[in-house]
């Protein structure tokens, strides 16, 4: 992004509405200043107010905003929310996940995936393990957590997941996609190099279920 639409977002993100002339720095020449302050209209960012005649951020150039460092104008990298989901059947089996795609390609955990903008967390739980797995289940929210995996001495993966329990899974159970294979395991079947670290215990977090709704911090590492 050009340094003059980064000043201009600057300036909308830390004022309500500003106008033209306080937008402006003293010493850009007035039309390209112009040209990039169309382009930020242009791109759905800023909006003039046909009452006032003053710039403001629109919706979307909020949410953009919302995603940047400050400092720099740059998007910040942050930890994706997901939904985890553990699902048990009537035969004390859990329904697992491979991962087909990095981070973490090969790998065995619950089912998870991210929360979409504006979407419920159990709208989303129940949506991931609908697409991901082909099943639906009774969901309860058991608990939160934050998880960290680190990969020779760096992390790869950071998530703030909401944990959700399921049961009486119903549907056809979708094997295999480009992204993934879903499969049933009992627990005694989860020793291997090829299960998340985090696995045993989130198992144990949802086993231990009392009634209070938890949060966790677990950091693992893999090899």
């Known amino acids: 992004m050009h340094r003059l639409q980064q000043h201009i977002l600057q300036q909308l993100i830390l004022n309500p509405e500003l106008r033209y002339a306080d937008l402006k720095p003293r010493e850009i020449e007035g039309n390209l200043f112009m040209y990039h302050l169309k382009q930020l209209i242009r ?25 940047l460092s400050l400092k720099s104008l740059t998007p910040r990298v942050q930890p994706r929310i997901v939904t ?27 089912p ?7 979407e419920g967390v159990k709208a989303a739980a129940e949506r991931e393990l609908r697409e991901k797995t ?8 058991y608990g939160d957590g934050y998880a960290t995996t680190i990969e020779d001495g760096e992390p790869v993966s950071e998530i703030l ?23 049933w395991r009992h627990p005694q079947e989860l020793d291997g190099d090829e299960f998340m670290p985090n696995v045993k215990d989130l198992l144990k977090l949802v086993q231990s279920y ?3 709704r938890f949060f966790a911090e677990l950091t693992h590492k893999v090899k």
């Open 210 to 212: 009392d009634g209070s």
């Open 43 to 67: 791109d759905g960012l800023v909006e003039k107010q046909a009452s006032s005649g003053l710039y403001r951020l629109t919706s979307k150039g909020k949410l953009y905003s919302d995603r």
């Open 112 to 118: 998870y995936g991210k929360i979409h903008l504006g």
């Open 161 to 183: 997941f909401h944990l959700f329990y399921g049961s009486n899974p119903s549907g056809e159970l979708i094997e295999k996609s480009d992204i993934g294979e879903a499969f």
């Open 84 to 110: 985890l989901m553990a699902v048990e059947d009537g035969d004390g089996r859990w329904l697992f996940y491979r991962r087909k795609r990095q981070p973490l390609i090969d790998m065995i955990g619950f």
């Open 134 to 141: 082909g099943l639906v289940a009774d969901l309860q929210h």
